[in-house]
Protein backbone atom coordinates (compact mmCIF):
# COMPACT_ATOMS: atom_id res chain seq x y z
CA UNK A 1 0.00 0.00 0.00
CA UNK A 2 2.16 2.92 -1.21
CA UNK A 3 0.43 6.67 -2.52
CA UNK A 4 0.18 5.65 -5.75
CA UNK A 5 -2.12 2.15 -4.93
CA UNK A 6 -3.96 4.31 -3.21
CA UNK A 7 -4.59 7.19 -5.89
CA UNK A 8 -5.61 4.01 -8.31
CA UNK A 9 -8.28 2.70 -5.31
CA UNK A 10 -9.78 6.35 -5.19
CA UNK A 11 -9.89 6.44 -9.06
CA UNK A 12 -11.53 3.31 -8.82
CA UNK A 13 -14.02 4.09 -6.17
CA UNK A 14 -14.94 6.83 -7.90
CA UNK A 15 -16.36 5.29 -10.97
CA UNK A 16 -18.23 2.97 -9.12
CA UNK A 17 -22.12 3.64 -9.47
CA UNK A 18 -22.93 1.38 -6.90
CA UNK A 19 -25.99 0.20 -8.48
CA UNK A 20 -26.37 -2.84 -6.08
CA UNK A 21 -26.80 -0.34 -3.32
CA UNK A 22 -29.35 2.01 -4.81
CA UNK A 23 -31.68 -0.72 -7.15
CA UNK A 24 -32.17 -2.70 -3.78
CA UNK A 25 -34.83 -2.02 -0.86
CA UNK A 26 -33.35 -4.78 1.44
CA UNK A 27 -31.01 -3.50 3.65
CA UNK A 28 -29.26 -6.66 3.74
CA UNK A 29 -28.59 -7.36 -0.12
CA UNK A 30 -27.74 -3.04 0.15
CA UNK A 31 -24.87 -3.44 2.75
CA UNK A 32 -23.54 -6.78 1.36
CA UNK A 33 -23.41 -5.46 -2.27
CA UNK A 34 -21.58 -1.93 -1.27
CA UNK A 35 -19.01 -4.41 1.09
CA UNK A 36 -18.48 -6.89 -1.20
CA UNK A 37 -17.99 -3.92 -3.83
CA UNK A 38 -15.97 -2.49 -1.59
CA UNK A 39 -13.90 -5.38 -0.57
CA UNK A 40 -13.05 -6.23 -4.58
CA UNK A 41 -11.81 -2.79 -5.64
CA UNK A 42 -10.02 -3.05 -2.17
CA UNK A 43 -8.01 -6.40 -3.19
CA UNK A 44 -7.77 -5.47 -6.87
CA UNK A 45 -5.59 -2.28 -5.73
CA UNK A 46 -3.78 -3.55 -2.96
CA UNK A 47 -2.84 -6.88 -4.01
CA UNK A 48 -0.90 -9.27 -0.98
CA UNK A 49 3.13 -9.56 -2.13
CA UNK A 50 5.67 -11.73 0.24
CA UNK A 51 8.00 -9.27 2.31
CA UNK A 52 10.48 -9.51 4.84
CA UNK A 53 9.90 -8.29 8.17
CA UNK A 54 11.11 -4.96 9.41
CA UNK A 55 14.12 -5.45 11.82
CA UNK A 56 13.85 -2.49 14.14
CA UNK A 57 16.61 -3.97 15.78
CA UNK A 58 19.27 -2.91 13.29
CA UNK A 59 18.09 0.46 11.88
CA UNK A 60 20.86 2.31 14.11
CA UNK A 61 23.90 0.36 11.67
CA UNK A 62 24.78 2.85 9.66
CA UNK A 63 27.68 2.68 6.53
CA UNK A 64 30.29 4.34 8.81
CA UNK A 65 29.09 2.32 11.37
CA UNK A 66 29.82 -0.76 9.32
CA UNK A 67 33.42 0.68 7.64
CA UNK A 68 34.25 1.36 11.57
CA UNK A 69 33.49 -2.10 12.52
CA UNK A 70 35.63 -3.53 9.85
CA UNK A 71 38.13 -0.89 10.52
CA UNK A 72 38.43 -2.09 14.07
CA UNK A 73 38.53 -6.10 13.18
CA UNK A 74 41.77 -5.23 11.03
CA UNK A 75 43.27 -3.55 13.86
CA UNK A 76 42.20 -6.30 16.19
CA UNK A 77 44.23 -8.79 13.85
CA UNK A 78 46.92 -6.89 13.86
CA UNK A 79 47.88 -5.80 17.62
CA UNK A 80 47.12 -9.70 17.63
CA UNK A 81 49.96 -10.12 15.06
CA UNK A 82 52.26 -7.85 15.26
CA UNK A 83 54.45 -6.78 18.38
CA UNK A 84 53.82 -3.34 18.61
CA UNK A 85 53.42 -1.72 22.05
CA UNK A 86 51.61 1.34 20.61
CA UNK A 87 49.04 -0.57 18.67
CA UNK A 88 47.33 -1.78 21.21
CA UNK A 89 46.54 1.34 23.10
CA UNK A 90 45.40 2.84 19.50
CA UNK A 91 42.91 -0.64 19.64
CA UNK A 92 41.24 0.35 22.91
CA UNK A 93 40.84 3.92 22.32
CA UNK A 94 39.45 3.15 18.76
CA UNK A 95 37.01 0.61 20.32
CA UNK A 96 35.93 3.36 23.38
CA UNK A 97 35.27 5.39 20.71
CA UNK A 98 33.08 3.20 18.39
CA UNK A 99 31.09 2.03 21.50
CA UNK A 100 30.27 5.46 22.08
CA UNK A 101 29.32 5.86 18.57
CA UNK A 102 26.75 2.81 18.19
CA UNK A 103 25.28 4.11 21.68
CA UNK A 104 24.56 7.82 20.38
CA UNK A 105 23.14 6.39 16.95
CA UNK A 106 20.94 3.88 18.72
CA UNK A 107 19.45 6.50 21.18
CA UNK A 108 18.84 8.64 18.03
CA UNK A 109 16.99 5.74 16.09
CA UNK A 110 15.10 5.44 19.27
CA UNK A 111 14.04 9.03 19.66
CA UNK A 112 13.08 9.33 15.77
CA UNK A 113 10.81 6.19 16.52
CA UNK A 114 9.06 7.45 18.97
CA UNK A 115 8.69 11.34 17.68
CA UNK A 116 7.77 9.05 14.25
CA UNK A 117 5.02 6.94 16.60
CA UNK A 118 1.11 8.08 16.54
CA UNK A 119 1.47 6.13 19.92
CA UNK A 120 4.35 6.79 21.69
CA UNK A 121 3.45 4.74 24.82
CA UNK A 122 3.23 1.11 22.77
CA UNK A 123 6.33 2.68 20.89
CA UNK A 124 8.17 3.03 23.81
CA UNK A 125 7.23 -0.45 25.20
CA UNK A 126 7.72 -2.69 22.45
CA UNK A 127 11.07 -0.78 22.22
CA UNK A 128 12.23 -1.30 26.32
CA UNK A 129 10.55 -5.54 25.27
CA UNK A 130 13.22 -5.58 22.58
CA UNK A 131 15.90 -4.56 24.73
CA UNK A 132 15.29 -6.83 27.43
CA UNK A 133 15.01 -9.17 24.64
CA UNK A 134 11.10 -10.11 25.14
CA UNK A 135 9.53 -11.77 22.68
CA UNK A 136 4.89 -11.23 22.59
CA UNK A 137 3.38 -14.93 22.16
CA UNK A 138 -0.05 -15.20 21.89
CA UNK A 139 -1.68 -17.85 24.16
CA UNK A 140 -4.13 -20.44 22.68
CA UNK A 141 -6.50 -21.78 25.11
CA UNK A 142 -5.51 -25.77 25.04
CA UNK A 143 -8.04 -26.82 26.91
CA UNK A 144 -12.07 -26.17 27.95
CA UNK A 145 -14.52 -28.01 29.94
CA UNK A 146 -18.18 -27.07 28.62
CA UNK A 147 -21.05 -29.19 29.96
CA UNK A 148 -19.27 -31.60 30.91
CA UNK A 149 -17.39 -32.25 27.73
CA UNK A 150 -13.41 -32.07 27.48
CA UNK A 151 -12.47 -30.03 24.06
CA UNK A 152 -9.02 -29.72 22.49
CA UNK A 153 -9.60 -29.34 19.10
CA UNK A 154 -8.88 -24.80 18.79
CA UNK A 155 -12.52 -24.57 16.39
CA UNK A 156 -14.71 -26.49 18.84
CA UNK A 157 -12.98 -24.52 21.89
CA UNK A 158 -13.89 -21.41 19.36
CA UNK A 159 -17.17 -22.59 19.36
CA UNK A 160 -17.54 -22.95 22.81
CA UNK A 161 -16.99 -19.49 23.47
CA UNK A 162 -19.01 -17.93 20.77
CA UNK A 163 -21.94 -20.31 22.51
CA UNK A 164 -20.80 -18.74 26.24
CA UNK A 165 -20.68 -15.56 24.98
CA UNK A 166 -23.83 -15.14 23.16
CA UNK A 167 -25.80 -16.89 25.95
CA UNK A 168 -24.65 -13.98 28.67
CA UNK A 169 -27.39 -11.26 27.16
CA UNK A 170 -30.24 -13.95 27.15
CA UNK A 171 -29.62 -14.31 30.60
CA UNK A 172 -29.05 -11.16 32.35
CA UNK A 173 -32.11 -10.37 30.32
CA UNK A 174 -33.99 -13.16 32.32
CA UNK A 175 -32.66 -12.35 35.37
CA UNK A 176 -34.48 -8.82 34.96
CA UNK A 177 -37.51 -10.10 34.32
CA UNK A 178 -37.07 -12.34 37.20
CA UNK A 179 -36.92 -9.41 39.59
CA UNK A 180 -39.79 -7.80 37.95
CA UNK A 181 -41.64 -10.30 39.00
CA UNK A 182 -40.56 -10.57 42.07
CA UNK A 183 -41.07 -6.53 42.64
CA UNK A 184 -37.97 -5.27 42.30
CA UNK A 185 -37.56 -2.01 40.84
CA UNK A 186 -36.36 -2.18 37.09
CA UNK A 187 -34.83 1.01 34.89
CA UNK A 188 -37.25 0.89 32.54
CA UNK A 189 -40.72 -0.04 35.39
CA UNK A 190 -39.14 3.61 37.04
CA UNK A 191 -39.15 5.37 33.65
CA UNK A 192 -42.78 3.94 32.84
CA UNK A 193 -43.95 5.10 36.13
CA UNK A 194 -41.80 8.98 36.45
CA UNK A 195 -42.83 9.95 32.64
CA UNK A 196 -46.30 8.37 32.43
CA UNK A 197 -47.54 9.28 29.14
CA UNK A 198 -45.64 12.42 28.59
CA UNK A 199 -43.16 10.94 26.02
CA UNK A 200 -41.82 13.15 23.61
CA UNK A 201 -42.81 11.97 19.83
CA UNK A 202 -40.01 10.73 17.90
CA UNK A 203 -39.45 11.93 14.47
CA UNK A 204 -37.37 10.69 12.13
CA UNK A 205 -34.78 12.74 10.10
CA UNK A 206 -32.87 11.39 7.06
CA UNK A 207 -28.95 11.71 7.11
CA UNK A 208 -27.32 13.70 5.10
CA UNK A 209 -23.83 13.47 2.99
CA UNK A 210 -22.27 15.85 5.09
CA UNK A 211 -23.07 14.01 8.38
CA UNK A 212 -21.87 10.32 7.18
CA UNK A 213 -18.63 11.82 6.14
CA UNK A 214 -18.18 14.09 9.25
CA UNK A 215 -18.93 10.91 11.17
CA UNK A 216 -16.19 8.51 9.25
CA UNK A 217 -13.32 11.43 9.54
CA UNK A 218 -13.87 11.90 13.03
CA UNK A 219 -12.84 8.36 13.58
CA UNK A 220 -9.15 8.18 15.16
CA UNK A 221 -6.80 6.46 12.41
CA UNK A 222 -5.29 3.42 12.94
CA UNK A 223 -3.63 0.90 10.38
CA UNK A 224 -5.07 -2.11 12.63
CA UNK A 225 -8.81 -3.45 10.90
CA UNK A 226 -11.20 -6.33 11.93
CA UNK A 227 -12.11 -9.56 9.90
CA UNK A 228 -12.65 -7.42 7.05
CA UNK A 229 -9.15 -6.00 6.54
CA UNK A 230 -10.26 -2.73 6.23
CA UNK A 231 -8.30 0.21 8.30
CA UNK A 232 -9.94 3.28 9.61
CA UNK A 233 -7.34 4.82 7.92
CA UNK A 234 -8.30 3.48 4.70
CA UNK A 235 -11.76 4.27 5.46
CA UNK A 236 -11.32 8.09 5.78
CA UNK A 237 -9.29 8.22 2.64
CA UNK A 238 -12.28 6.92 1.03
CA UNK A 239 -14.97 8.69 2.78
CA UNK A 240 -15.49 11.34 -0.08
CA UNK A 241 -16.34 8.26 -2.77
CA UNK A 242 -18.27 6.27 0.08
CA UNK A 243 -20.45 8.74 1.41
CA UNK A 244 -23.92 8.45 -0.70
CA UNK A 245 -24.45 4.74 -1.16
CA UNK A 246 -23.65 4.80 2.98
CA UNK A 247 -26.07 7.57 3.49
CA UNK A 248 -28.73 5.73 1.63
CA UNK A 249 -28.10 2.34 3.40
CA UNK A 250 -27.90 4.19 6.87
CA UNK A 251 -31.36 6.24 6.07
CA UNK A 252 -32.72 2.58 4.78
CA UNK A 253 -31.52 0.83 7.86
CA UNK A 254 -33.30 3.34 10.65
CA UNK A 255 -36.71 3.65 8.81
CA UNK A 256 -37.22 -0.17 7.94
CA UNK A 257 -35.46 -0.54 11.84
CA UNK A 258 -33.09 -3.06 10.23
CA UNK A 259 -29.43 -3.73 10.97
CA UNK A 260 -27.09 -4.96 8.34
CA UNK A 261 -26.47 -8.97 9.59
CA UNK A 262 -22.77 -8.37 8.28
CA UNK A 263 -22.35 -5.77 10.48
CA UNK A 264 -22.98 -8.04 13.82
CA UNK A 265 -19.33 -10.01 12.89
CA UNK A 266 -17.06 -9.14 15.26
CA UNK A 267 -13.39 -10.60 16.07
CA UNK A 268 -13.46 -11.83 20.03
CA UNK A 269 -10.88 -12.91 21.99
CA UNK A 270 -11.15 -14.85 25.30
CA UNK A 271 -8.95 -12.69 27.83
CA UNK A 272 -8.36 -15.20 30.74
CA UNK A 273 -9.45 -13.51 34.36
CA UNK A 274 -8.43 -15.76 37.08
CA UNK A 275 -9.38 -19.17 38.55
CA UNK A 276 -9.99 -22.42 36.10
CA UNK A 277 -8.63 -22.00 33.03
CA UNK A 278 -10.70 -24.70 31.21
CA UNK A 279 -13.74 -23.03 32.72
CA UNK A 280 -15.28 -20.16 29.79
CA UNK A 281 -16.76 -18.46 32.53
CA UNK A 282 -13.28 -17.27 33.43
CA UNK A 283 -12.35 -15.71 30.17
CA UNK A 284 -13.61 -12.23 29.74
CA UNK A 285 -14.66 -11.42 25.81
CA UNK A 286 -12.11 -8.82 24.29
Known amino acids: MNKYTI ?11 WDGVFNNNDVNLMFNSFLNTYLKIFYFSFPLIRSKSRNYSNNWIT ?14 LLTRNINNSALKPHYKAYCKILVKVIKEAKRMTMNKRILKSNNKTKTTS ?13 QETQKLTTEGTHLTIQQDIANAFNNYFSTITDKTNSDSQENMRHG ?20 FKTFSTQEITSIIKSIKTKNSSSYDEIST ?14 TYIC ?36
Open 126 to 138: NIISELLGKQHHT
Open 251 to 286: NKSVSTGIFPERLKYSIIKPLYKKGDKTDPANYEPI
Open 184 to 203: NPHTYCYFDHSAGDSYPLMV
Open 7 to 17: LDFIFKLSNES
Open 63 to 76: LGIKISCKQKRELF
Open 233 to 246: KLLKISANNICSPL
